[in-house]
Nanobody
Framework: QVQLVESGGDSVQAGGSLRLSCRAS???????MGWFRQAPGKEREGVAT???????TYEGSVKGRFTISKDNAENTLYLEMNSLKPDDTAMYYC?????????????WGQGTQVTVSS
């Protein structure tokens, strides 16, 4: 069983930065981990993933601005977000994959709100 708790969401102005954290309880070192977001009236979308061996993927609009990373010793997943835009406004969720398969997500956090004003 894995429990995920996100933190770090805030209200910032465009061009600002935030770092989201997702602290996990339970074993996640062998799991793909990911960040997702959902804006009001929109479907949830994947933002970034990191495989157990470190390979990362990013959604096109965040490439070059967001960085996903993890600290296995602290069992914590991070999302560094720079050059934030109003379109980044959403509830951000972290998720743990079905072992190292990044296509199926077994566990979800409760979300942390990011609001970017112009």
């Amino acid at each position: 069983q894995v429990q995920l708790v996100e933190s770090g969401g805030d209200s910032v102005q465009a061009g600002g930065s935030l770092r989201l954290s997702c602290r996990a309880s339970g074993y996640t070192k062998n799991r793909c981990m990911g960040w997702f977001r959902q804006a009001p009236g929109k479907e949830r979308e994947g933002v970034a993933t990191i495989a157990s061996y470190g390979t990362t993927t990013y959604e096109g609009s965040v490439k070059g601005r967001f960085t996903i990373s993890k600290d296995n010793a602290e069992n914590t997943l991070y999302l560094e977000m720079n050059s934030l835009k109003p379109d980044d406004t959403a509830m951000y969720y972290c998720a743990a994959g079905r072992f190292n398969w990044c296509g199926t997500w077994d566990y979800w956090g409760q979300g942390t709100q990011v609001t970017v004003s112009s």
